[in-house]
């Protein structure tokens, strides 16, 4: 099994690379954020607790994270290779993956240090509710949704998707998650990208890497 791991700063790409690579190649994206949203959609317990924490821009703990994610990746539909998109998030979790067998993993940076464009390229962004497939907000005034091309769902725009969250989550990724970039690298399977480019001048950078 093929692990590519994309992590990166909210709003750095993450989610619409995986997209396009899953289109282009069949490899499968697991994105936690997508497992987390199910939960609050479904209104599970979980789900309740998970509202709280991410609506304030927080992360979820390790041990919960990797038990949802551990259970996505026994699911029969993920085979030969897996992007993983918004995890891992913090060093446990980094080390929690690695403990999982892969015959090959490549993790990508997707680097991208102005955080006004980051912020805007946020609030652009509509998400399917269903699939997760990422649109950006077009018109004048942009539209609040959109169908999904992919799987016929409503795309919207996140509810933590707000300039205040959109801030912390930042600060939180700098603090929790750039601590994540030393691990890949020490482990020799790091790669970086410049992310402020246009998303297929980041994908063919991707292709590179991977191929
Ligand atoms: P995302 O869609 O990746 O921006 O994730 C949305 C929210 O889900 C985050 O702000 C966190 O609250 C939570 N979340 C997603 N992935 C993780 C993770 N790997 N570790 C902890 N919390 C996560």
Redesign the pocket.
Known sequence: MKRIILFGA?GSGKGTQADALEEKYGYKKI???DL?RTEIAEKTELGMQFKY??GK????PDDV?VRMFKKRLGQKDIKNAYIVD????TLS?AEALSGIEADEEIAVYLKLGDEDLVVKRILSRLTCTQCGAIYRTEGDPPANEVKCTRCGGIAERRS?DTEDVVRR?IHVYREATKPVIRYYKDRGVFHEIDASRTIEEIFKDLEDVLN
């Open positions: 909210p994105a936690t954020g987390v924490i991410s821009g927080e992360l979820v994270i918004g995890f891992p998030r979790q933590d989550r």
